[in-house]
């Protein structure tokens, strides 16, 4: 038929909110969807420290994409993106190839390790739902493992991660919740487990101010957690980080690095232009030169005119980029002129475990404690809402007490 193919690769905030919006702008007869991803389901991103501390169930933060998404409406193909062959308009699969008129690229974030030696072959990382569940799974069993050995190494109890940013903060935090757990659980002395974030920058979490980082630091330290700041990771070792500039070993059994994403390898590997990691994308979200490829989300950076720099990536802005995507495409497909897009700031909030947390809410409103903890199960339950309506929030919704 002579009906344009829109190609949207990920099932991410980016993606699945793409096709979505697509599915309500566009009618069967206007355009063809087919929605590429690597799993037949789609999580939330933003919800990984928990299924990583084991806080939460894995299947909680998971979704089946054919239950958000009509697939008689739109095409599923359940693959993974190789590589982009712009120049033939192709994308090459796992195991098959497909062509488009139209493409978005939302494929989201890889960990980052900077080349610190040692990092990506003995450091655990927060990526996606299987990567995030091995590290609980490895944490109870070196718990388990303990129990079960009279002359266990103590270091073995410990969890060492590497990066104070928003992941590894949140993580932190989960992880102050469940080290009693499984000290309970195992018949282990809490005294015994030690919780380190090492941070190379003089500071926790740059996106916040001075009150709100101290607060953070101080909830953290209040639960047992060691915050070492100021101190750069130069190697991990099998046996845990060296920090430092008297290259100190802290020996751990669990080691995460949480210091820093990408966008997507396959960018890279399609001979895309990138600027640290990703593409720089126009004010209406396609990439330089190409009248017909949107990159968005964790892929791209969007420049902030205002603030004279791109905007930080977050499942917030993937969302709302999302929006303008599906609008430029109609506009595309039906001569229209495109738009450029404009972020809405709603706010940040960070959680520090279960029942606390910090946030900058409705342009400088802050929160502290409980009531960021409440704000941080709303954003999340939204979240849901937007991808599955209320049943899906029913299902799947925060609904844990303090
Ligand atoms: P993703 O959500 O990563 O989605 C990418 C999709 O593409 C996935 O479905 C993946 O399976 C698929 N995919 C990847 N590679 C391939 C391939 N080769 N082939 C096929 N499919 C592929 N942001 C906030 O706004 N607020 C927060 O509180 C917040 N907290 C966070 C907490 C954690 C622990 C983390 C890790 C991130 C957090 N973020 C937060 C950032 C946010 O998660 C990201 O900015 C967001 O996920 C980006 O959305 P995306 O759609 O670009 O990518």
């Known amino acids: 038929s002579n009906?344009?193919?829109?190609?949207?690769?990920?099932a991410g905030y980016a993606g699945l909110t793409t096709t979505?919006?697509?599915?309500k702008m566009l009618s069967p007869e206007e355009a063809e969807i087919v929605l590429i991803n690597k799993h037949n389901y789609h999580y939330e991103s933003t919800w990984l420290h928990e299924v990583a501390a084991g806080t939460i169930n894995p299947n909680q933060a998971r979704v089946m994409i054919s239950d958000v998404v009509n697939p008689k409406r739109v095409r599923l193909v359940y693959d993974s993106v190789v590589e982009i062959k712009k120049d033939e308009q192709r994308v090459v699969l796992e195991n098959s190839e497909i062509t488009y008129d139209y493409l978005v690229v939302g494929l989201g974030f890889e960990s980052n390790d900077f080349g610190i030696k040692g990092m990506a072959e003995h450091a655990f990382a927060i990526e996606d739902i299987d990567t995030s569940r091995l590290i609980s799974e490895h944490i109870e069993y070196q718990f388990a493992k303990y129990s079960n050995d009279k002359n266990a190494d103590e270091d073995s109890l410990n969890i060492l991660v590497g990066g104070a940013g928003f992941t590894g903060i949140e993580f932190v935090g989960e992880l102050a919740d469940k080290v009693p757990e499984l000290c309970k659980k195992y018949d282990i002395d809490r005294n015994k487990v030690r919780i380190i974030n090492v941070e190379a920058?003089?500071?926790i979490l740059p996106m916040f101010d001075k009150e709100l980082v101290s607060y953070a630091k101080k909830s953290l330290e209040d639960r047992g957690v060691e915050i070492m700041i100021g101190a750069p990771i130069s190697e991990c070792t099998p046996e845990g980080f060296i920090v430092g500039d008297d290259k100190e070993l802290i020996k751990a059994?669990?080691?995460?690095?949480?210091?820093?994403?990408?966008?997507?390898s396959v960018l890279g590997d399609s001979g895309f232009e990138l600027v640290k990691g990703k593409v720089n994308v126009n004010g209406d979200l396609r990439?330089?030169?190409e009248e017909n490829i949107f990159v968005i989300g964790d892929c791209s950076w969007v420049w902030n005119k205002e603030a004279d720099r791109p905007y930080p990536p977050t499942a917030q802005l993937a969302m709302q980029e999302a929006d303008v995507v599906a609008a430029n495409l109609k506009a595309l497909i039906t001569n229209q002129p495109l738009k450029d897009f404009v972020f809405d700031d709603k706010g940040t909030v960070a959680s520090l475990g279960n029942s606390d947390g910090i946030g900058n809410v409705f342009?400088?409103?802050?929160?502290?404690?409980?009531s960021a903890a409440a704000m941080k199960k709303v954003v999340d339950n939204r979240s849901l809402f937007m991808i599955g309506g209320p049943m899906l929030v029913l299902k799947k919704g925060k609904v844990r007490p303090f």
């Open 363 to 370: 342009s400088s409103y802050k929160l502290q404690g409980k």
């Open 253 to 264: 059994g669990t080691v995460v690095w949480t210091g820093g994403v990408k966008g997507s």
């Open 3 to 10: 009906k344009p193919k829109i190609v949207v690769l990920g």
């Open 20 to 23: 979505k919006r697509l599915i």
């Open 201 to 203: 920058a003089p500071s």
């Open 287 to 289: 990439m330089p030169e």
